[in-house]
């Protein structure tokens, strides 16, 4: 078995912290994209099938374009993930960019509270371990 030194092990909690507070802010700039995306209705005009998974831990990859209008201006964008109810010709809620009105996503924020929990919880646990290391020195 590899023995890692002491001086690798405290480097890999710092790591781990570090990727812990990039998980934070990448989740809060997430968080403020999506506040800073303004809410339309948009319509399902087609669906198709890019990739089909070939393993379990994959998934199917969707085309799924998406006509709405902003500001009198109608645009068709590809929504990039496709949902169990989604049907052609089924109006849906969306987020448009308003800097950019072609970049479309889906509302919802809970996926972002979940990266800040996950990136808390490492950087927490890594700092717990790092600080036990340098008090038993």
Known sequence: ?????????RLMKVGAIVFGIVFIVVSAIGIHQDDTFLPTKGVIRSME??????????????EVMVEYTVD????????????????????IDILYNPD???????PGKTIWFIFIIVGAVVAAVASVL???????R
């Open 1 to 9: 078995m590899i023995q890692l030194s002491n001086t690798l092990k």
């Open 49 to 62: 099938r890019t990739y089909v998974a070939t393993d379990t831990n994959e998934t199917d990859t969707w």
């Open 100 to 106: 950019n009105p072609e970049g479309i996503v889906l």
């Open 130 to 136: 790092l600080v036990r290391d340098i008090r038993n």
């Open 72 to 91: 009198g201006q109608d645009y068709v964008s590809d929504l990039g993930q496709k949902k169990d109810d989604f049907i052609v010709g089924k109006e």
